[in-house]
T-cell receptor, first 111, second 115 residues
Framework: EADIYQTPRYLVIGTGKKITLECSQT?????MYWYQQDPGMELHLIHY???????EKGDLSSESTVSRIRTEHFPLTLESARPSHTSQYLC??????????FGSGTQLSVL | DAKTTQPPSMDCAEGRAANLPCNHS???????VYWYRQIHSQGPQYIIH???NNETNEMASLIITEDRKSSTLILPHATLRDTAVYYC????????????????FGQGTILTVHP
């Protein structure tokens, strides 16, 4: 079983609020990723990190930001949430190239 | 990374084998075939991967054609819990590089297992 956790599982918030989606893994993986997925649509990579103090933007442009201060923690922040940010956000990690472990996701709704 | 083509949907009777095809005619020599699945509202789950030999694990079997231009994921005895979107992904393997671990998910195949 994968030991990667995302909180909250569901979040409903008003426009303009600052939010942080949490992602933690206890497997000692150095590589972590954030994907975004709209209902019935493809997953898109928005951020990734290859280790502490390393963050890069993914293939899909996103107004969110990430940080990687500790190996096990990779939070995603939206400074001012908008309805267009409504989506599912999925966190993943890996040590090797072959196998990504995904969290259960955070379903974000911005009103 | 090579592009993959999968049927948008498939049906399977419970207890029967589910055979999910994937075409990847532009695959190059150092690219692996990965399979993931996503059950509704959950994060994707790794199933299996291979380079050129057939592979089997506790979840499924992966059959790769000799020319590596296509592959088939086999769930030998499908259950209702196998209903999910199945993604076939082709990408270079090995350590390092700027694409390390990054996966491009397409539309996948929606597999529905019927009682």
């Amino acid at each position: 079983e994968a030991d990667i956790y995302q909180t909250p599982r569901y979040l409903v918030i008003g426009t303009g609020k600052k939010i942080t989606l949490e992602c933690s893994q206890t497997m000692g993986h150095d590589k972590m990723y954030w994907y975004q997925q709209d209902p019935g649509m493809e997953l898109h990579l928005i951020h990734y990190s290859y280790g502490v103090n390393s963050t890069e933007k993914g293939d899909l442009s996103s107004e969110s930001t990430v940080s990687r201060i500790r190996t096990e923690h990779f939070p995603l922040t939206l400074e001012s949430a908008r309805p267009s940010h409504t989506s599912q956000y999925l966190c993943a990690s890996t040590r090797r190239n072959e196998k990504l472990f995904f969290g259960s996701g955070t379903q974000l709704s911005v009103l | 990374d090579a592009k993959t083509t999968q049927p948008p949907s498939m049906d399977c009777a419970e207890g029967r084998a589910a055979n999910l095809p994937c075409n990847h005619s532009t695959i190059s020599g150092n690219e692996y075939v990965y399979w993931y699945r996503q059950i509704h509202s959950q994060g994707p789950q790794y199933i299996i991967h291979g380079l050129k030999n057939n592979e089997t694990n506790e979840m499924a079997s992966l059959i790769i054609t000799e020319d590596r231009k296509s592959s088939t994921l086999i769930l030998p005895h499908a259950t209702l819990r196998d209903t999910a979107v199945y993604y076939c992904i082709v990408r270079a393997g090995g350590a390092g590089g700027t694409s390390y671990g990054k996966l491009t998910f397409g539309q996948g195949t929606i597999l529905t297992v019927h009682p």
